[in-house]
């Protein structure tokens, strides 16, 4: 370790009013407070979470959770984790803590879903070259965004000629069925609307697959628990879009810090000729650019849709580390072939089989779920 500086593992309840202390001091979004862990280790979680924290002079500057996967250390993360990564208290606490990460994980670590810009690329190199010698760090996605500290007029000028008509007909199009209105919810409020939402996304193509939060009762908790966390924070928020006062289409976000998450959207399928997913998407744009309370969005994904609404992006990384020596090299070849082989069969799978598979993980780990419910 780093001289002045020390590091422990915890339970994640034994750290939280400490780790919830750095959060606010650091600025940290919601999902990576020790509240969404709590909420996400009871929804999904086999095994317990582990809080590696780093410590100068008594105080906390620096915290990573993890999950231990049979000796292997990895981040704990799922299709709803938007990002992960560690809290920390200014860039030089990178370091130290990733000192104690390599000094636990004896048999290496993943850690998925990490967003890094440049420079912070070059701080984790930088901390784990002296460590170890199997190390990998690779762009695993990007998060698109669209930055709205300029003004409506400047952002339709910088979209193609097509889009900028898209943009300009969205509302007209979605009032041919009738009656628009679009109102923002937040708090209790927002709560309040979580049924209906979830009800209209399970109307959809996720409700037939077995994917939709509904679908699910560990989903469907994580969302309601974290969401009535959220709420009472008044970070919550729901906009919806009607059509002659029935729920067209739905953005379910956490507002914080200047930044709207866009985490869960759905429409109503029946309407899709009258996109009001689509229309919805460009009222949110226009409305962040309308008020000083926020400086940008984040569509937290990459599809085609997502990157004609961004401007910008936010790169996300892999990064997978083993020890040196014969072991560390073959765990990490290992690790590196089953990345691959599941990647080559993620491109050859036919979609329609690609989906039966999500949706058959889904039930599997929402049954078990069950099961854990019983037992308990």
Known sequence: MRPGTEYAVHDLEEVAPRWRDLCRESGAAPFHWPDWYQRWAQAFAADPIRVIAAHRGGHLIGVLPLVDRRGALRSPVNGHTPYFGPVVHGDEALAPLLDGLIAVARKGFVLQRVPMTDLQHAA???????????????????????????TWEDFLASRSPSRRRELRRAHKRVGRGGAVAIEVHRGRDALDLLGPCFTLEAAGW???????????????????????????????????????GRLAAFS?????????????????????????????????????????ELHRLEWLGDDESKRALGNGQVPVHQVIASPPGWTGLLRYAARIGVERAEDLARRSMPPRLRARLRATRARLGDRADRVEDVRR
């Open 252 to 292: 379910l976000d956490i507002q914080h810090g200047g930044v709207l998450y866009l985490l869960k959207t759905a429409y109503a399928e029946d309407l899709a000729a009258l996109g009001p997913g689509t229309a919805l998407s460009h009222a949110l744009i226009r409305e962040a650019f309308a008020t000083d």
């Open 124 to 150: 984790w190199d930088a901390g784990l070259s002296g460590a170890t010698r199997h190390r990998r760090i690779v762009p695993e996605g990007a998060s698109q965004i669209t930055d709205v500290r300029g």
């Open 206 to 244: 996720k409700g037939r697959e077995g994917t939709a939060i509904a679908n699910l009762s560990a989903t469907h908790r994580f969302y309601r628990q974290f969401g009535a966390w959220a709420a009472d924070h008044g970070w919550l928020r729901v906009t919806t879009l009607r059509v002659d």
